[in-house]
Structure formats: structure tokens, C-alpha cells
């Protein structure tokens, strides 16, 4: 799986370049971002503007994605379409991601 990756000063932007996020592709996405937080990279915008749908395996995935961040380390996701963001808003995962609309408003969040 393809992850574009882009650092902005402190916050590492990264772009999953695929159209479905599923069980399928789940446990990469995961050890991808896992792999650049042990990295060190502890300030993460995570991009969904390619992302056409999720299922409840990303959505795992994201949640042991924003507990192995510590040490003030923070997750911010951007750019999810409207069915994913009312996925987001169901299961009430809006109260423990920070979402924001576009790349911009994520950036301006962790700076």
C-alpha cells in the first residue's frame, strides 16, 4: 500500500493512496503509520482526500494508531468525504479523533 508522505515543519503529512481502506489493505495501513511513528514522528495529519470509503477494520486500525501516540503525540484527520465523516459521526468516533476539512485546517491544529 502507498502512503505519501510529507513533512511541514514538525507535523508529518501523510496521503494513503488508495481508494477503499478495508480489511484487505487494514493491517498495512497500520504498520505503515505505526513504522513512521517509531520513527519518531509524533505529530501526524493523516489526508483522506483520495480515500473514497473505510470500514470498521481501518477504523480499528486508526484507533491503535492514536493509542500508540504518546509523549504529547497527536493525530489529526482531514479531507474525509461526507460518507466517511457521517461513519465518523455514528459510531461517535468524532469525539475521539480531531477531524478537520482540509489539509490547512489540520496543519494549522498541530502547529
Known sequence: MKIDTEQ??????LTPVVRRLDA????RFKEAILAT???????LVLDFSRVDFI???CLG??????????N??????CALNSNI???FTLTRMDRVFTLCTDRDDALSRLR
Request: no cysteine.
Open 72 to 77: 504529547g503525540g497527536q493525530l489529526v484527520l
Open 55 to 57: 470500514d470498521s477494520s
Open 37 to 43: 511513528i517509531a520513527q519518531g514522528h509524533n505529530q
Open 8 to 13: 511541514i515543519d514538525n507535523v508529518t503529512l
Open 61 to 70: 486500525a486508526l484507533i491503535s494508531i492514536l493509542k500508540s501516540l504518546s
Open 24 to 27: 484487505s489493505v487494514a493491517m
Open 85 to 87: 465523516n457521517s461513519m
